[in-house]
């Protein structure tokens, strides 16, 4: 196993980060960590709050670097290469086009249940990476229950 892909939904999953991390540094891997804008959650969220999308869009941009560049702290200090990678689009399908682009081994999804209307969403979200994407994915739980 060469290249592993960790696809970062927030900063409640930095469990998964760990592991990803002690498995990529295991396998002499690559870790290629991942960030989505979700183009249907920055429009729901401008409505939400008010604001124009061009905004929110930017602000979700701003947190999904300041995330990436953290698991980059985290996998220097452990010996790790990593390359970040930060896109806007649906989650699943660019998933799914990083995996074909990179040739990617491994699929790593860290999962901490939300609750309310975005519960749903997510796990459509979980369940859609495990049937489209081609390869294997670790779903590692945040919490362990």
Request: charged share 35%; with cysteine; proline share 3%.
């Amino acid at each position: 196993m060469e290249k592993i892909l960790l696809y970062i939904i927030s900063e409640e999953t930095r469990g998964s980060w760990k592991r990803a991390i002690e498995i990529s540094n295991a396998m002499s891997a690559t870790l290629f960590g991942l960030y989505v804008i979700d183009e249907k959650s920055v429009k729901r969220i401008s409505k939400l709050r008010g604001e124009d999308p061009l905004d929110t869009a930017i602000e979700m941009e701003e947190e999904g670097w300041k995330l990436l560049y953290h698991l980059e702290d985290m996998a220097i200090n452990s010996g790790v290469k990593s390359k970040l990678n930060l896109e806007e689009g649906d989650p699943v399908n660019t998933i799914k086009r990083q995996v074909k682009k990179f040739d990617i081994d491994m699929v790593i999804l860290g999962y901490k249940a939300p609750r309310g209307g975005s519960r749903r969403k997510t796990e459509r979200i979980v369940d859609q990476i495990i049937e489209h994407v081609p390869c294997p994915i670790l779903i590692d739980k945040e919490g362990g229950k």
